[in-house]
T-cell receptor, first 108, second 119 residues
């Protein structure tokens, strides 16, 4: 099974600044990668699929890039509601789909 | 807007069966193109994909749980369910039901339900 590794585990950023989150796959997943936003106690929300395509209703400040084994989620200007957990998922090699451990974005 | 909601006991005794139901609103589970799946998150750990059931009734389970896991669906109630037998403390987790597009990510999630396994 493919192992997904996210870094850092916690990212401290000031509101209005840029956040860059990384996700690495143990083997190539092409562009079959998704990013999710998860607020505690709520349903996770799909924000990026296909490594770089924003899901419906996702603001333009969210962008995804990468292919193969290295992926990045960038939030260009952090808003207060963005300080939550983000995790990545590969859907190239199945079964099973696998997920990263998550990155918590906290207010600096 | 589609919504998914998990329901079931929050506490299960070791060796018993964990049973959860997901109620879907805002859309029918009885259509192709989507895979109705379960995912869990152990406390302080990452997510684990458990398996899916398709509207036709076909299923696929994570090989690590295959011998203990059964999924079913009830189109008349727009629900799908999970049964996990012979549970241990290692099955304590938040369980999510989701709609998987199986190729473009998971577009709808329930909020999750915590199930603890303890005597």
């Amino acid at each position: 099974e493919i192992v997904m590794t996210q870094s850092p585990a916690t990212l401290s950023v000031s509101p209005g600044e840029r956040a860059t989150l990384s996700c690495r796959a143990s083997q190539s997943v092409g562009t079959n990668l998704a990013w999710y936003q998860h607020k505690p106690g709520q349903a996770p929300r799909l924000i990026i699929y296909g490594a770089s395509t924003r899901a419906t209703g996702i603001p333009a400040r969210f962008s995804g890039s990468g292919s193969g084994t290295e992926f990045t989620l960038t939030i260009s200007s952090l808003q207060s509601e963005d300080f939550v957990v983000y995790f990545c998922q590969q859907y190239d090699n199945w079964p099973p789909w696998t997920f990263g451990q998550g990155t918590k974005v906290e207010i600096k | 807007q589609m919504q998914l909601q998990e329901s079931g006991p929050g506490l299960v005794k070791p060796s018993q069966t964990l049973s959860l139901t997901c109620t879907v609103s805002g859309g029918s589970i009885n259509r192709g193109g989507y895979y109705w799946s379960w995912i869990r998150q152990h406390p302080g750990r990452g997510l684990e994909w458990l398996g899916y059931i398709y509207y036709s009734g076909s299923t696929y389970y994570n090989p690590s749980l295959k011998s203990r896991l059964t999924m079913s669906l009830d189109p008349s109630k727009n629900q799908f369910s999970l049964n996990l037998t012979s549970v241990t403390a290692a099955d304590t987790a938040v369980y999510f039901c989701v709609r998987d597009r199986f190729g473009d990510g998971i577009d709808y999630w329930g909020p999750g339900t915590l199930v603890s396994v303890s005597s």
